[in-house]
């Protein structure tokens, strides 16, 4: 029986050279905000240096929230991105009509039915599990109770939410993710990746 690795992908990078260092090291995807209200927020051409300096085989995410469709489409147009992330309250028809892979990420609670929203949303790559916070859409470094995540549904699950070196191995053995989502656990400042929590983080999730 062959044991799945867990993927890591580590989101908000603001630098070129930071993200292909983090690539080097053995990160699976790349993510990079398009939303104005996140400390990790890039425009265009700094999305586009940064995807440039990226070596081969290493998956291009672009995250939005509750973003129009034509500001979408003008990054689609200048930047190479393989999976866009909606992080907002988006709903299947604003997720679907870019014709691209999607991971739909949900802010998770008690009250959160996770097999209904993964049947609602049966087009996605995968579903993204958060923890909730009304004031925002992610990057708090906030745990939530994983057992809401230990779920069985036709999606992956990508599981995030103040994943770090220090809980990560735990975060795993307990809800057995396809893969793992860290951004503020594993930075020097907002927006700039330390690439030697990086390391740590990629070493507890292969253990």
């Avoid at 979408?72 to 604003?94: N, S």
């Avoid at 809401?148 to 191995?169: D, H, M, Q, T, Y």
Wanted: aromatic share 8%; proline share 5%; charged share 20%.
């Amino acid at each position: 029986m062959v044991i799945p690795m867990t993927k890591v992908k580590i989101c908000g990078f603001t630098n070129s050279e930071n993200a292909r260092d983090a690539a080097i090291a053995g990160v699976d995807a790349i993510g990079l905000v398009f939303y104005d209200k996140s400390p990790r927020n890039v425009d265009i051409q700094k999305a586009r240096e940064i995807v440039a300096a990226l070596p081969p085989f290493i998956n291009r995410v672009g995250l939005f929230v509750n973003a129009n469709p034509s500001f979408i489409d003008e990054v689609l147009c200048e930047v190479p991105l393989d999976t866009l992330q909606f992080h907002g309250d988006e709903e299947v028809v604003d997720c679907t009509q870019y014709q691209m892979p999607f991971i739909k990420s949900l802010r998770v609670t008690s009250k959160t039915n996770l097999d209904q929203i993964a049947e609602h949303f049966s087009d996605a790559s995968a579903l993204l599990l958060d923890s909730y916070n009304p004031n925002s859409y992610g990057g708090t470094g906030e745990i939530f109770d994983w057992s809401l995540a230990r779920v069985k549904i036709n999606l992956p699950i990508i599981l995030a939410g103040g994943l770090n070196s220090e809980n990560v191995s735990e975060a795993i053995s307990q809800v057995n993710p396809y893969a793992v989502d860290a951004s503020s656990g594993v930075e020097s400042s907002p927006g700039m990746k330390d690439i030697d929590k990086i390391l740590a983080f990629i070493q507890s999730v292969r253990s």
